[in-house]
């Protein structure tokens, strides 16, 4: 019985450990979300209300209610940890209490049997007074044992009050924290709240300039197109180039491989023929691409943002539907910092590609092995092309709309002429 009731308290004791370490990963996350809520909300206020930015206005604070709704889903999930915690504790706290009580019970009537029994306050006596050797011996020992199991009690009651007084001060912990997080979903969903009025209102207004929105979102969508043509072409005439070079090294080193082989034949000065000399042809990338490309896949989600300052994300990968007005179509992913910002390169390569595209600013493409990273709307270039680059090196500053205060970078990811998603890539 006695057994059963400790491996119940360490399968508690585990439970509540492993709760615990899924209520800090929870929070962590809540934290981030948090952080890119408070990101989201200085690009907001800085970003100048006007038509043109209308738009950017309802992306930003859709993305803002979105991580919002993110924090009101981690903390009811914490607030569930708790509760869980909070049994398990509860469970620990009642068996820690019983296994407590009873031996203190029993330590008592140990303690009462002794006094009553006054030949055991003489100790020599009591040993002495047996009747025969073998007795006084079994005396003797019972006496050494009576005495062990008693500091052994005394020991154990010890330790069991020590985690009952640790166990009701983590209950007490864990109610506090209950009510502080009750007290931060309150918070959250009042401001989740206040962000919806603002939505709604920033659409309503939306709804009176439908004419002037859709020749903007026209306008982009044009560039946009424009842009992914161009980006498209300049990786598959570098993949060309790369796999050309590829092969031109491959055949220098089976023609380098052949002239050693008939060295070899006419210095031995044999005149029977060995067959002709096996030469296996090279994979068409170089070593150093096969490992730098492995290097950058082995990074996904560590890469860092390729924009400085608080930034927010405020154009996804792919299609996605903001409201009526606002449907986005991206091959990257628009992300928006404050004024002053600059961009950085991702990951190691070398700088293939820099130029100016209409409606893009300059552009810069960097090669990562069989991987290509694509960043526009730069000015002032810091780097040039065929120049290698490091992670986190600065390649410009992210260029500035004058009218609208948005500094905003364009960010795509390629694997050979394959578009990627960038975002689950970055850390």
Known sequence: MRSLVLLFVLLLSISSFAQNNKIKQLEQQRKNALRDISNTDKILKETKKSTSTLLSRIQLISNQMFSRQKVLDLLNQEINGIDAEQKNIESEVLILESELKSKQSNYAKAIDGMLQNRQSE????????????????RRLRYLRDYSEWRQQQATEIKDKSVKLKERKEALAKAKAAKTALLGQRTTEQENLRLEEVNYKKEVTEAQEKQKDLQKILAQKRQQAEALDRQIARLIAEE?????????????AKAKAAAEAAAKAKAKSGSSK???????????????????????FASNKGRLPYPITGNYSITTR?????????????????????????????VFDGEVTYVAAIPGYNTCIIIRHGNYYT??????????????????????????????????????????????????????
């Open 122 to 137: 003489n100790k020599i006596l009591f040993v002495l007074s047996g009747r025969s050797l073998t007795e006084s011996y």
């Open 239 to 251: 993949v060309a180039r790369q796999e050309r070079e590829a092969k031109r090294i491959a055949a």
């Open 273 to 295: 023929s060995s067959g002709k000399a096996s030469t296996k042809p090279a994979a068409p990338v170089t070593t150093e691409n096969v490992a730098l490309s492995n290097n």
């Open 317 to 345: 990968f792919g299609s996605h539907k903001h409201s009526q007005f606002v449907t986005t179509s991206s091959s990257g992913i628009d992300i928006q910092s404050q004024s002053g910002a600059e961009a950085k390169a």
């Open 374 to 427: 694509f960043y526009g709307n730069i000015q002032g270039i810091y780097v040039k092309q065929g120049e290698k680059v490091k992670t986190g090196q600065s390649l410009g500053k992210v260029y500035t709309d004058t009218d609208t205060g948005q500094s905003q970078i364009h960010f795509q990811l390629w694997q050979g002429t394959k578009k990627l998603n960038p975002e689950p890539w970055l850390r």
